[in-house]
């Protein structure tokens, strides 16, 4: 399940900054271990994961925008 937490955050990733960047709390009611916040940058997606219940941080690094 996910919910909203906020759609103005500021992330600075290796791939660079973004703005406006949408933040979420994702979870499962059947598995207490998966806990994270997803950061969604517009025209990209995901450019951020955090595990809560372990700190690990996934960051995007590179992104290739698909042709149009």
Known sequence: ???ALSVSES???PYGASENVVKTYDFSATDKD????KFYAKSIGVI???DLNTGE???L???IAPFK
């Open 1 to 3: 399940m996910r919910q």
């Open 11 to 13: 992330v600075a990733v």
């Open 34 to 37: 998966l806990q994270e916040n």
């Open 48 to 50: 951020k994961e955090v």
């Open 57 to 59: 941080e996934v960051l």
């Open 61 to 63: 690094i590179e992104f």
